[in-house]
């Protein structure tokens, strides 16, 4: 019975192993395309937060950079998708993400429960929080482009 589980473990980790790459890259792919057109379209749930952290910013109108960030978003996707433009993909969610990370900062009364910071964040806070995870997707996925 031992070896049955064994092997029937070690059939699934190499399963896993085959397509986790391949399906982590599509799921970031499908993600910053799908919700960086939102924001082009003026449909994203995340608007009214990106559009306070970058109402500040010099230059364009915080609609505006709405719109950037959208079509920012929408190439990091497209990055994603194919091994060639991985290390275009990173660069871009690199620089993508100092600006998305932002409001934890300069919006604590938005990111966070009122009183509560650093550790009970709100809705917005864990939705900026979980990039984390995106964070380290990207250096996994990273960690495989010099490999054939």
């Given at each position: 019975m031992k070896d049955f589980f064994d092997t029937t473990d070690r059939r699934i980790a190499e399963s896993m192993n085959k397509i986790g790459l391949?399906?982590?890259?599509?799921?970031?792919?499908?993600?910053?395309?799908?919700?960086g057109i939102l924001k082009t379209i003026g449909?994203?749930?995340?608007?009214g937060l990106v559009l306070s952290t970058v109402n500040w910013m010099?230059?364009?109108?915080?609609?505006?950079?709405?719109?950037?960030?959208?079509?920012?978003?929408v190439i990091i996707g497209i990055c994603f998708l194919f091994k060639p433009t991985l290390r275009i993909a990173i660069g871009l969610l690199a620089m993508q993400m100092a600006g998305t990370l932002l409001p934890l900062f300069i919006l604590t009364e938005v990111t966070f429960q009122s009183g509560?910071?650093?550790?009970?964040?709100?809705?917005?806070?864990?939705?900026i929080i979980k990039n984390l995870?995106?964070?380290?997707?990207?250096?996994?996925?990273?960690?495989?482009?010099r490999k054939v």
């Open positions: 391949p399906a982590l890259r599509l799921s970031m792919g499908i993600i910053f395309i799908w919700f449909l994203s749930p995340a608007e010099p230059i364009f109108s915080a609609e505006t950079w709405l719109v950037i960030i959208g079509w920012w978003e509560a910071f650093p550790y009970a964040p709100t809705m917005e806070g864990q939705y995870l995106i964070i380290s997707a990207a250096i996994v996925i990273g960690g495989t482009v």
